[in-house]
């Protein structure tokens, strides 16, 4: 079941670069810092950084909230999707997949259970 939007992803070729203008922007530092990916909270929803990707004019990647992130890839793939990127873990509990909709569009989840529905304004 597809909760809502929770998160978008920005390529960052300079994370350094792209996390002190997003601290300006935002006007406050990111809760999560590594140099694998930095997490800015934002009324409640995430918007996150990704070092060494590149940015294209296809734009930001947003994922959608689910329960169980492993059986709504099985049910996207049995829909007609396509795989696009893995279903992996990418820190504590959170894990992420995303697939390409049979119109060629990317459709991204997450299954974040510290996703807390009330800190969204």
Do not use: C
């Not at 894990?95 to 390409?100: E, Y």
């Amino acid at each position: 079941m597809i909760k809502g939007l929770r998160t978008v992803i920005y390529p960052a070729p300079n994370l350094t670069e792209a996390k002190d203008w997003y601290s300006k922007v935002l006007e406050h530092q990111p809760y999560f810092d590594q140099p694998f990916y930095v997490g800015f909270s934002v009324g409640g929803f995430e918007l996150g950084l990704v070092p060494d990707a590149r940015p294209s004019a296809d734009g930001p990647k947003a994922f959608w909230g689910v329960d169980d992130a492993e059986a709504t890839l099985k049910r996207l793939l049995e829909l007609g999707a396509a795989p696009l990127e893995q279903l992996q873990d990418v820190g504590g509990t959170t894990k992420v997949a995303s697939v390409t909709d049979p119109f060629g569009n990317s459709f991204g989840i997450i299954e974040n259970p510290n996703f807390k529905i009330q800190d969204v304004r």
